[in-house]
């Protein structure tokens, strides 16, 4: 891989890698699947109730979001394996949501639950597979783009997973704080402490996978 360090002097955008587009506000648009709030209240109470039509609806709803999250938290190869048991704990657990958060918030909280489990079981927090980045761009400017997603996601598999976690609800998934803190269960306030040591740390470990600031 080549050096990114002639090309940037700031590290690679982490909230872009995904291929989402953010409104003004900086919200991901990979969330726009709860955007209609009374839709998915909805949904949701029908699937409290064990109707399989809506578990479907709810299924195609998250998955994506879901999945891309589980993806950089343990790796490709056990993203689908990971990504089936977060929505079979969903179902299992839904009767469980209340509504005092966004449904959107709450099972990303089992996602994460769900990944730091794996990833304690199988103890692979320091070999996670990165994404594989295949160009559909063939000039010079998108194999810059997809060098430098291989180098952030080589980064992001060496932080620690509780950061990972932090660091992917804000950056690529677009979350507020508040929301991060509800989805992990962590105070508020150390949702910025986590996020600035992440940042730190993964600007640390682009500078030794090659990058120059």
Same mark, same amino acid.
């Given at each position: ?132 980045? !295949? *160009?559909?761009? @063939? #000039? ?5 783009? /997809? +060098? ?6 080589? &980064?992001? $598999?060496?932080? !620690? *997973?509780?950061? @990972? #976690? ?5 950056? /690529? +998934? ?6 991060? &803190?509800? $989805?992990?269960?962590? *105070? ?24 120059? *600031?």
């Amino acid at each position: 891989m080549k050096s990114a360090s002639s090309r940037r002097t700031s590290p690679p955008d982490a909230s872009n890698q995904g291929g989402e587009v953010r409104d003004e506000e900086g919200s991901s648009a990979g969330a726009a699947a709860w955007a209609d709030m009374r839709e998915t209240t909805e949904v949701v109470a029908a699937c409290q109730k064990g109707d399989p039509l809506a578990q479907r609806r709810l299924y195609e709803a998250s998955h994506q979001n879901v999945y891309r999250l589980v993806v950089r938290m343990v790796g490709l190869q056990d993203a689908a394996d990971v990504t089936q048991q977060v929505f079979l704990q969903t179902f299992r657990k839904i009767g469980q949501f209340s509504g005092r958060s966004q449904f959107g918030t709450w099972i990303y909280r089992v996602a994460v639950n769900e990944s730091l489990q794996h990833l304690r079981k199988s103890k692979r927090t320091r070999r996670i597979q990165p994404l594989e980045q !295949e *160009p559909t761009d @063939r #000039s010079p400017d998108g194999r810059k783009k /997809v +060098e430098d997603a291989e180098l952030l996601e080589q &980064a992001l $598999a060496q932080l !620690e *997973p509780e950061l @990972r #976690s932090t660091f992917l609800l804000r950056e /690529v +998934e677009g979350l507020s704080y508040g929301d991060i &803190a509800s $989805a992990i269960d962590i *105070p508020e306030g150390t949702v910025g402490s986590r996020l600035n040591r992440a940042r730190r740390e993964l600007k640390q470990c682009l500078v030794e996978l090659g990058w120059e *600031p």
